[in-house]
Nanobody
Framework: QVQLVESGGGLVQPGGSLRLSCAASGTIFSIYTMGWYRQAPGKKRELVATMPSGDSSNYADSVKGRFTISRDNAKNTVYLQMNSLKPEDTAVYYC???????????WGQGTQVTVSS
């Protein structure tokens, strides 16, 4: 089992910044992808950014150039730095850990991000 604890959400004005963190604990295999997804009211959950075990990363087109994903493997923690936030970024943000060789995926409880003046 893997537990994910997220933090860093909140209310921010348009153009502002927030940093989300997600710490994983439990049975952590050596190769895994960590990422962030979000779900706005009335919409499906969508990918925001993912980062496999190496240095590569993937971003949704809507956040490219504004969001940066990073991870600290020693701490089993993934971060999402969100800059130039827009009202359309308002959503519940979920952390995800995926173990490709085991075929297992785990989700955090979600953290609310609200961008509003």
């Amino acid at each position: 089992q893997v537990q994910l604890v997220e933090s860093g959400g909140g209310l921010v004005q348009p153009g502002g910044s927030l940093r989300l963190s997600c710490a994983a604990s439990g049975t952590i295999f050596s190769i895994y992808t960590m990422g962030w997804y979000r779900q706005a009211p009335g919409k499906k959950r969508e990918l925001v950014a993912t980062m496999p075990s190496g240095d590569s990363s993937n971003y949704a087109d809507s956040v490219k150039g504004r969001f940066t994903i990073s991870r600290d493997n020693a701490k089993n923690t993934v971060y999402l730095q969100m800059n130039s936030l827009k009202p359309e970024d308002t959503a519940v943000y979920y952390c995800n850990v995926f173990f490709p060789f085991q075929g297992r995926s785990y989700w955090g409880q979600g953290t609310q991000v609200t961008v509003s003046s």
